[in-house]
């Protein structure tokens, strides 16, 4: 069993960053394949970035792909989400996942079934 827990919202304005962090519980959080999604008021959950256990394979959706990086650190059972050149449209309230199954790609939230309680973005013009 894995409980996550996000942390590194905020307000800030267009241009700006945040860095997101997830804290993983469970001794088993190095083995998984962990994931970013945000949902937007109105609109459906879509997919950000996910990272799997040895942090040689990452992906991005097209919209934040250069703009932000995904990373952890299996030591601390933490996976972040470095936010650059943050845009309004990314507002948003952003959701770490974790998955110990494997997926070619893992980009849709039932590939996921551990989720955090999702932390507030929002990106002033």
């Known amino acids: 069993q894995v409980q996550l827990v996000e942390s590194g919202g905020g307000l800030v304005q267009a241009g700006g960053s945040l860095r997101l962090s997830c804290a993983a519980s469970g001794r088993t959080f190095s083995s998984y394949t962990m994931g970013w999604f945000r949902q937007a008021p109105g609109k459906e959950r879509e997919f950000v970035a996910a990272?799997?256990?040895?942090?040689?394979?990452?992906y991005y959706a097209d919209s934040v792909k250069g703009r932000f990086t995904i990373s952890r650190d299996n030591a601390k059972n933490t996976v972040y989400l470095q936010m650059n050149s943050l845009k309004p449209e990314d507002t948003a309230a952003y959701y770490c996942a974790g998955t110990a199954s494997y997926y070619s790609l893992p980009i849709r939230q039932d590939d996921y079934n551990y989720w955090g309680q999702g932390t507030q973005v929002t990106v002033s013009s």
């Open positions: 990272i799997r256990w040895s942090s040689r394979w990452t």
